[in-house]
């Protein structure tokens, strides 16, 4: 669709520039804008990997794998008392904290 409306506008003698290929022209209300695809293009996915953004929250990620196991295994002891902690904990914690799920999901979230 947008190729066929950059050739009706090269027919038309829009005095519009030839568009690259990494160039795209979007229509807003009838005004031409061009964007450079290589300028909105974020990082390379090897940098993205490699970022301090991204070792943070792995490490992050390790420690709440690592305090649910933990968590597991004092329920599994099945003494009462850690398992109404382990219930009463969790339960206070999403009513605490919980509130932002209401308005965002978070698709990255495995454990409740």
């Not at 022209?25 to 061009?34: C, F």
């Not at 002891?77 to 999403?94: D, F, K």
Request: glycine fraction near 6%; aromatic fraction near 8%.
């Amino acid at each position: 669709m947008l190729r066929a409306e950059t050739a009706k506008r090269r027919e038309a003698g829009s005095p519009n520039k030839a568009i690259s290929e990494n160039q795209n022209l979007i229509e807003n209300q009838g005004v031409a804008v061009r964007i450079n695809q290589q300028d909105s293009q974020a990082k390379s996915y090897s940098s993205k990997l490699l970022s301090k953004a991204h070792l943070i929250q792995s490490l992050m990620h390790m420690l709440q794998i690592t305090v649910s196991y933990l968590l597991m295994l004092v329920f599994m002891t099945y003494n009462s008392w850690l398992c109404l902690s382990v219930v009463l904990g969790a339960g206070l914690g999403y009513f605490l904290f919980g509130l932002k799920r209401i308005t965002a999901v978070d698709l990255n979230e495995h454990c409740h």
